[in-house]
């Protein structure tokens, strides 16, 4: 497999994508979602357009945390209430005040966005974090060495997927961050 020493794939974090996003999950779970649910959907539909169409929807940071990976951009922007585009109840349950538009995201985002909810979507929030707790992307940078996080390269995202396209995908992307590295 293609190795990138001394560097990291990385993908800034879209903030208008992570507020159309958030507020569509919330919207197709009647308006309103645990904040710990929500932020486990993202990890896995990140993962998920990562694996097979070379990008993650919102980027970002990701950290392995005491209950599973978690975007830090998306934590900061939801502890925010997205500048004023949610409620932040005081028992952790996001509620959508707007009805936000969609133009920001594509059509493949919105396919996964919709396949994780399916899947996901209905699982308790505790669970879906031991669900989190058993992939080998957490595994692998859990518990943390120094602190209480530890960062989650998107090369590891991959650690638990076996699928051929997967695998390609990965070769493609590390191809496409070179590339764009030789413009910098």
């Known amino acids: 497999m293609h190795t990138m020493p001394n560097r990291t794939i990385k993908f800034q974090y879209d903030s208008e994508k992570a507020k159309q996003a958030v507020i569509w999950l ?3 779970n009647n308006g309103s979602m645990d904040k710990l649910t929500l932020v486990k959907l993202f990890f896995f539909a990140d993962r998920e357009h990562l694996a097979k169409y070379g990008r ?4 970002g940071t990701y950290y392995t945390m005491q209950k599973g990976p978690v975007c ?5 922007a939801l502890d925010n209430s997205l500048n004023g585009s949610l409620t932040l109840c005081p028992n952790h349950e996001l509620i959508a005040k707007e009805i936000s538009s969609t133009d ?5 985002d919105l396919e996964v966005l919709e396949n994780i909810y399916k899947n996901y979507g209905h699982i308790d929030k505790f669970r879906l974090s031991d669900i989190t707790h058993n992939l080998a992307v957490y595994k692998k940078h859990w518990p943390p060495k120094e602190g209480r996080r530890e960062l989650i390269p998107y090369e590891d995202f991959f650690a638990d997927l076996t699928d051929e396209r997967a695998k390609s995908m990965l070769e493609i992307i590390y191809d496409e961050q070179d590339a764009w590295a030789d413009f910098s």
């Not at 830090?72 to 900061?76: F, H, I």
């Open 72 to 76: 830090s951009e998306l934590l900061t």
């Open 26 to 28: 919330l919207r197709r």
């Open 56 to 59: 993650p929807i919102i980027g």
């Open 104 to 108: 920001w995201l594509a059509e493949s």
